[in-house]
């Protein structure tokens, strides 16, 4: 099993391709008498960049919607359509760099995380998003170097959301810790308990919160209780869910999923 720093990786992503779930084509009616809804799956391998103090976080996330059981009342809708259930964001991977690493190595660890998790997920495209803010602007440039398309998620500071078109994308932190925000309230986000960083990313989430200052703007942050004074791994999840919630319809993700994740 492979691992990152320690930290398990989920073993079911592996190789995926359409299932028996489609007997007659897409869209057709299956022998139950209703069209089958086509699980969706997409992932993202996004990265907080640390700057000289702070660590770089790593997260591999994956979103999922699956058909909801044939025999549940209202999965079925007029049209004899199946209807999918939420989506479920789970996380896979976690990794926090060392602190001072130089930033050719911490992208060579980057690239290499990338391709060891396209293996597993085979032909579902793994997007890799890169915070683009600070020093981000500088070495996610280095990426590019080492083979690797990406998304640039630039941080601007406000509340009003901003540009999230092509590769180069700006967003509020306040949009970015409130979708956040909205995953988790819906119950939509699970962790993996093998995740040996697993605890550490919990803690972050527990202290990090809104403050609002005289002037009334809002800043999000490690609260400093229990010891919560970082949030790079949460910033990480938040860029993860951002990615993948709002490419949730782009094609390279209609691939059947493999019926033993976890």
């Not at 990426?143 to 941080?155: A, N």
């Not at 009003?160 to 700006?170: E, F, L, P, V």
């Not at 308990?193 to 972050?204: H, M, R, V, Y």
Request: one cysteine or more; hydrophobic letters at 40%; glycine letters at 12%.
């Amino acid at each position: 099993m492979e691992t990152i720093s320690g930290t398990v990786i989920e073993q079911g992503i592996a190789q995926v391709t359409p299932d028996e779930l489609w007997l007659n084509g897409e869209g057709q009616l299956n022998a139950q008498g209703f069209i089958p809804f086509k699980p969706i799956t997409s992932y993202v391998l996004s990265a907080d960049l640390g700057k000289v103090h702070d660590r770089t976080a790593l997260t591999l996330l994956r979103r999922q919607r699956l058909p909801l059981p044939p025999e549940e009342e209202g999965s079925i809708d007029s049209c004899c359509r199946q209807v999918g259930g939420p989506d479920i964001y789970s996380v896979l991977g976690l990794e926090r760099l060392e602190v001072g690493l130089d930033y050719d190595v911490q992208m060579d660890i980057l690239a290499a995380r990338h391709t060891q998790a396209q293996r597993r997920a085979g032909r579902i495209p793994v997007i890799l998003a890169i915070d683009h803010s600070g020093v981000g602007q500088g070495v996610a440039a280095m990426i590019s170097e080492r083979g690797k398309d990406w998304i640039g998620v630039s941080i601007t500071p406000g509340s009003a959301d901003s540009d999230r078109k092509g590769t180069q994308w700006k967003v509020s932190k306040h949009a970015l810790c409130s979708r956040l925000q909205s995953v988790f309230h819906a119950r939509q986000i699970r962790i993996l308990n093998s995740l040996i960083d697993g605890p550490a990313l919990i803690n972050e989430l527990q202290n990090f919160c809104a403050n609002i200052g005289d002037a009334g703007a809002i800043t999000y942050g490690g609260s400093g209780r229990g010891g919560g004074k970082y949030d790079d791994m949460c910033l990480s999840l938040a860029i993860g869910c951002l990615v993948l919630g709002d490419r949730a319809n782009v094609g390279g993700e209609s691939w059947s999923v493999v019926q033993n994740f976890i």
